[in-house]
Structures are given as structure tokens and as C-alpha cells.
């Protein structure tokens, strides 16, 4: 390896992290695009989803489409059905993590 092709990879600016944060109420007609951003807004995007346990879920593609969608607006027709697919995943994860209720045996003692 040269001493230049080592200075060019060495200064090749590294792939910026990207993040998108999506809400859904009960309700609304779409998800919602509520936070969006690269490098340093990103790292505190996820940050603060991992610190309320909110799951963080990688997709580069998904994420590439929702940057493009302005904040507070909901996410169009076209990708209903991926999001859709994700949180109906991500509520069939949370459910199961929810420990069971523990039923007590009545005690008939009158």
C-alpha cells in the first residue's frame, strides 16, 4: 500500500450515523416522523430511545426512506405496510417480555 493511498483512507470522512424516530398513537391514521438526524443528532436520537427502552431497530434502507419525510408529518401509503410488519413485530416482542400474572389460589377460609 502506497503512503498516498494510505493518507486518502485515512482521511475518507467516516459514513455519518443516521436516525429516525417514528411514533404511533392508538387511533391515528399513520405513524408520525417525530425526530430525524445524522452524526451527533442521531447518536442522541438513539441514545434517548435506549435510555426510555424504546426498541432501535437497524435498517438502513427503512431509515434512507423516512429521512426524506418532513418531521411531524405521518409516513405515506407506501410504506404502510413495512411499518406496519415492524410494529406488529416489536408488540408481539414487548408482549412476550411482559412477565406473566402470577394467580394466587383463593384461600376459602370463612
Known amino acids: 500500500m502506497s503512503a498516498a493511498s494510505l ?8 459514513d455519518l450515523r443516521t436516525a429516525v424516530a417514528i ?9 408520525v416522523v417525530v425526530a430525524a438526524g445524522k452524526g451527533l443528532i442521531a447518536e442522541q436520537i ?3 430511545a435506549k435510555a426510555n427502552d424504546i426498541y432501535v431497530h ?14 411531524d408529518k405521518e409516513i405515506p ?8 410488519e415492524l ?12 412477565p406473566a ?3 394466587e389460589p383463593k384461600n376459602d377460609e370463612s
Do not use: C, H, T
Open 58 to 71: 437497524e435498517s438502513k434502507e427503512l431509515v434512507a426512506l423516512l429521512m426524506g419525510i418532513d418531521l
Open 46 to 48: 438513539i441514545e434517548l
Open 101 to 103: 400474572k402470577k394467580v
Open 23 to 31: 411514533a404511533y398513537e392508538a387511533g391515528s391514521r399513520a405513524p
Open 7 to 14: 493518507f486518502k483512507k485515512m482521511n475518507k470522512p467516516k
Open 87 to 98: 410494529l406488529a413485530w416489536l408488540y408481539q416482542i414487548d408482549a412476550a417480555m411482559v
Open 77 to 84: 401509503p407506501s410504506l404502510y405496510k413495512v411499518v406496519a
